[in-house]
């Protein structure tokens, strides 16, 4: 049963939210607890009548030729109707020794894959599969198809390497007998444009072009009619780019609505798909639209206007103003991740169609290939779930990795009380906006003032027994690590080997000898250097160790690109152990002071601005976590000298650095008072509310994530596992891809580097190893404390106020906000 609501708390924590955002001079509305739902169904029992779908995954044979290697393939759905599906495959197939090809004369197409397949609907087969190869010159590719009035109209894209010119053209072939009945130039002029988008409303087509010739980037609309007249629209707005047109949205049979980025958000235009007259609309009449989740746009027959989130499948209602979920993939059991990614083919009430390609790469193998899959859902008359209680499992933006969604179906389909239930309820409460942002400052201000935002709204609900059940991927909201907000998972992982397991990382996540989130996949967050440089504890610096090495090795120019108030939340959050326990904040110690001089003496104010970095030709490597997942920057291979950041997700990037730095083989932690070693951030997490309406049994889903199959296939995905076992046998399959294809696949022919090449074996396993072992703290930033000390430390660093004034007031404002949430 959930535990009763600690209401008083509550109410101070929702004052303690306002007072701090106010000192924070937060822009943004308050949001509410909810996003895509209003409230958690957690507790409610599931009924006969409960909303449930059978489905049907069909295995489409697209017929490539088996005897050849493919390297890789990509499907994606050109249109359907009544009788029939139709997709198009473009690829691969594995070209051989390269080092023997004539690249003069080598022809690319007679490795291509371009088919256009005819799925019948009744018998599930391929009735038809086009091979427009051979409509495709050499060095051509087949960019897009679309299908409209029984015929497939195909857009080919074309090079001259002697004129140097490109061009397009658009095929159209009939899809009984494959042939073509017609071919239209394109070119790349007024008179045949290039179509960024394509979009179906009805009887009506609209085609965008983006336009950057003028001063400021613009859009051109192309309506064509029922007849086949087309009608040219220009949007354009002086001292104002237009950025992108996502999707074209039908409104009624006469109206479309073209929302139009603009940089921080939209305008509005209506169209008159009759007359071509378009106007542009009051923004408050849209601001409805949450475009972020418009993915995959389907058009039906009546104009109603449906698309796939990552939580389902939504509607929207211009009549009432609002996007209305219509299947929820909690009521089926398909992976949800694949679902996620699949287009609408067909839809109505009781039944419809996804489908789309599902990739599945293996990031140590140079092929990769994806399989097309379509699923049939038809309404089951009764929920073969009916008598489970729901428990609810909130994921950021709804976002659940493969292998999870796997387990979450494992589980509902194994536990005969309890059933969970995927939400992404709190997603509404992002609102953060990083259009504008030109430094790794402003980066770290928006991010820390929306995960305060979010991380009060959970603990709010939590304390009011509003909460989840289960919470994925939030070990970053380091304001939850309590026994307010969560409950305590020790018992539920047992005593864990630590010659089996990372006891190591698991330990750093906890708070006060708790383990509130329990790590499954992480980051090693450091300075990757040569372990020459490391300091006198071997896997860190301390303050002086690093201001030596500042100075003497990187001549003066640090590779931690923050300014004086952001650089030190940085070394606070790796030492906020010292600074804060049992609820207690204490920054009076030397430590506390140790960080601040350093920070003062050795940092400038303000990062760099990202344009600076760009022209002093620095790059800028990240990784930052988005959701529950981790978007991984593109790197320059080039040597970036003795040391750089790390955000080391995964082997391949701790071998891709050491090619950087031509051998570097240690990650080292952050400036210290104590000289500690690298960071944990965990980006696959798991945690159980204080308030869930079971815990035992939400336990139970826990326990299943440390399976040594689980684990092993997030190993094998290049990940940082928990399980060590997994993680050298994954290392060894890493290493040897490394010191073949691979090598070249990441770096470049050794003729075309400007270092050596390196030898991977299992002494860089055994480095790693040895690296995650040192890590001893986790990245779990409290964001709300994070920004009183961003808005408090400035005036030590600046010289306006002595390190004791400001730590007198700063601790005061910690401790209140400490002993506000109890």
């Keep these: 049963m959930k535990k009763t609501p600690i209401k008083a708390i509550s109410v101070i924590l929702a004052a303690s939210m306002m007072l701090s955002f106010a000192a924070c001079n937060k822009k943004g509305g308050s949001g509410s607890s909810s996003g895509s739902r209003e409230k958690s169904h957690s507790g409610n029992k599931i009924s006969a009548d409960t909303p449930w779908f059978n489905s049907n995954i069909l295995d489409v044979n697209l017929k490539l030729d088996t005897d050849r290697d493919v390297e890789y393939t990509y499907e994606s759905l050109v249109g359907a109707d009544k009788d029939r599906i139709i997709i198009m495959t473009s690829g691969s197939y594995k070209i051989p020794d390269e080092a023997n090809i004539d690249w003069e004369t080598f022809n690319y197409n007679e490795y291509a894959i371009n088919y256009v397949s005819v799925i019948n609907r009744a018998s599930k087969k391929v009735d038809n599969q086009i091979d427009l190869t051979e409509s495709i010159p050499d060095g051509g590719y087949l960019e897009s198809a679309r299908y409209e009035d029984g015929k497939i109209v195909a857009k080919i894209y074309s090079y001259n390497e002697t004129t140097y010119e490109a061009s397009y053209k658009e095929i159209s072939i009939d899809i009984a007998t494959g042939k073509t009945i017609d071919s239209v130039d394109l070119g790349m002029n007024e008179d045949g444009v290039y179509y960024e988008r394509s979009f179906t409303l009805g009887d009506y087509r609209v085609d965008t072009e983006t336009n ?143 489908c789309g390609d599902n990739y599945n790469g293996n990031p140590y193998q140079m092929s990769s290939s994806s399989e097309f899959v379509l699923v049939e859902f038809n309404k089951a008359e009764t929920n073969p779930h009916a008598g489970k209680t729901i428990l609810e499992l909130y994921s950021p933006y709804g976002y659940t990795q493969d292998k999870i969604a796997d387990s979450i179906l494992k589980f509902n389909e194994e536990n005969k009380e309890y059933f969970i239930e995927v939400s992404d309820r709190y997603s509404s409460l992002d609102d953060a906006d990083y259009s504008d942002i030109n430094s790794q400052d402003q980066y770290e201000q928006i991010s820390l003032t929306s995960d305060a935002k979010l991380s009060n709204q959970l603990a709010m609900d939590i304390l009011n027994g509003e909460g989840p059940d289960i919470l994925m991927n939030v070990s970053y909201y380091g304001q939850l690590n309590s026994s307010n907000y969560l409950t305590d998972l020790s018992d539920y992982i047992g005593n864990l080997s630590s010659d089996k397991y990372f006891t190591n990382v698991i330990d750093a996540s906890r708070v006060d000898g708790k383990l509130y989130n329990l790590p499954i996949c992480f980051v090693v967050e450091g300075i990757h250097t040569d372990a020459k440089y490391a300091g006198k504890s071997g896997v860190g610096f301390t303050t002086k160790e690093y201001e030596k090495f500042l100075n003497e090795t990187l001549n003066g120019n640090d590779i931690v690109n923050s300014g004086q108030a952001y650089y030190f939340a940085k070394l606070y959050t790796a030492m906020a152990d010292k600074f804060i326990v049992n609820g207690k904040a204490d920054f009076s110690c030397s430590e506390f002071a140790d960080l601040a001089e350093f920070v003062k003496n050795n940092v400038p104010e303000n990062a760099k601005s990202y344009d600076e970095m760009y022209e002093e030709d620095d790059w800028v490597d990240a990784s930052y976590a988005v ?90 995905n290049d990940n940082f596992v928990i399980n060590r076992e997994a993680f050298r046998e994954a290392g060894k399959v890493c290493i040897d891809y490394f010191n073949k294809e691979g090598y070249e696949s990441y770096f470049g022919y050794d003729d075309n580097l400007n270092q050596k090449r390196i030898k991977f074996t299992d002494e860089h396993i055994d480095a790693m190893e040895n690296i995650i072992v040192s890590c001893s703290n986790t990245n779990s930033k409290d964001s709300a404390i994070n920004l009183i000390l961003i808005e408090e430390m400035p005036a030590y660093f600046s010289g306006q106020k002595d390190l004791k004034a400001v730590v007198e007031i700063a601790q005061d404002r910690v401790q209140k906000v400490l002993d506000e949430r109890g």
Excluded: H
């Design 212 to 354: 950057w010739e003028g001063e400021n980037g613009s859009y051109n609309l192309y309506i064509t009619s029922p007849d086949g007249n087309q009608t040219k629209v220009e949007l354009k707005e002086a001292g104002k780019d237009y950025y992108d047109i996502p999707v074209v949205l039908s409104k009624d049979e006469n109206t479309a609505v073209v929302p139009v980025s603009v940089g921080g958000g939209f305008k509005y235009f209506e169209l008159d798909l009759k007359t071509c007259e378009i106007k542009e609309a009051d923004e408050k009449e849209y601001e409805w639209l949450d475009l972020d989740q418009c993915y995959y746009p389907f058009t039906d027959e009546d104009g109603s206007v449906y698309f796939t989130t990552s939580v389902g499948i939504s509607k929207i209602n211009f009549n009432k103003k609002c996007m209305e979920q219509v299947f929820d993939f909690s009521w089926c059991n398909v992976n949800r991740s694949i679902l996620s990614n699949l287009e609408i083919a067909e839809i109505s009430d009781d039944s419809f169609i996804l």
């Design 627 to 716: 959701g529950a997942s981790i978007t991984k920057a593109d790197m320059g291979y080039e040597s970036v000298g003795p040391a750089m950041e790390s955000y080391c997700y995964g082997l391949s990037s701790y071998l891709t650095e050491i090619v950087q730095l031509q051998g570097g083989m240690a990650i080292l932690g952050y400036p210290s008072a104590d000289g500690r070693g690298p960071l944990v951030e965990p980006y696959i997490s798991v945690a159980i509310s204080a308030q869930a309406n079971n815990p035992d049994a939400c336990g139970e889903f826990v326990k299943m994530l440390l399976s040594d199959e689980l684990q092993r296939d997030f190993a094998m």
